[in-house]
T-cell receptor
Framework: AQTVTQSQPEMSVQEAETVTLSCTYD???????LFWYKQPPSRQMILVIR????KQQNATENRFSVNFQKAAKSFSLKISDSQLGDTAMYFC?????????????WGLGTSLAVNP | DAGVTQSPTHLIKTRGQHVTLRCSPI?????VSWYQQVLGQGPQFIFQ???????GRGNFPDRFSARQFPNYSSELNVNALLLGDSALYLC???????????FGSGTQLSVL
């Protein structure tokens, strides 16, 4: 079975500082994709960054970057120059092929507070 | 362009009742998925539809059903509501085979 674990229920960071959110996963699949989604109080899930498992290079999107360690099944998110608007729930998610569709498995989330 | 729209935004029902939730995907998106997010947890996959056909189903009882219409909008139906069905129901749309899911803001269902 596929599982995603986020061991940090809550995190806080000062504005302009850097914070790292942890995620580990377990799978026997070879082809899969990893995501970080952000869920602000508006409740809408917003894609932050995506990593294809077959790519060795870590994904980067502006202030957001990941540290993907495939052997360790670890996928952490680093937010640089944190902004007040980054305050949200952050979910790590794992996608794999299941028959004729793709399934998305989610962690429990990390609540991030950016303090002024 | 409009994003994924869901209606209603909030709903209160009592145990045993039936509920219908609606979702309109982004224009051009033919795939729609439904997720249940219980407070304090990550979303759980319920259904995926593509071109009006069910592509996948999560581990939910038969009280949960869905369908997709010719205009690619979708309905999620839940019969015989239980207290444990109280959750945020999220709809996501995507292009066929795409990795990027676009989510709506959800319907918050409270079962009393």
């Amino acid at each position: 079975a596929q599982t995603v674990t986020q061991s940090q229920p809550e995190m806080s960071v000062q504005e302009a500082e850097t914070v790292t959110l942890s995620c580990t996963y377990d799978t026997s699949e070879n082809n899969y994709y990893l995501f970080w989604y952000k869920q602000p109080p508006s409740r809408q899930m917003i894609l932050v960054i995506r990593q294809e498992a077959y790519k060795q290079q870590n994904a980067t999107e502006n202030r957001f970057s990941v540290n993907f360690q495939k052997a360790a099944k670890s996928f952490s998110l680093k937010i640089s120059d944190s902004q007040l608007g980054d305050t949200a729930m952050y979910f790590c998610a794992f996608m794999y092929n299941a028959g004729n569709n793709r399934k998305l498995i989610w962690g429990l989330g990390t609540s991030l507070a950016v303090n002024p | 362009d409009a994003g994924v729209t869901q209606s209603p935004t909030h709903l209160i029902k009592t145990r045993g009742q039936h509920v219908t939730l609606r979702c309109s995907p982004i224009s051009g998106h033919k795939s729609v998925s439904w997720y249940q997010q219980v407070l304090g947890q990550g979303p759980q996959f319920i259904f995926q539809y593509y071109e009006k056909e069910e592509r996948g189903r999560g581990n939910f009882p038969d009280r949960f059903s869905a369908r997709q219409f010719p205009n690619y909008s979708s309905e999620l139906n839940v019969n015989a509501l239980l207290l444990g069905d109280s959750a945020l129901y999220l709809c996501a749309s995507s292009l066929e085979g795409a990795l990027h899911l676009f989510f709506g803001s959800g319907t918050q269902l409270s079962v009393l």
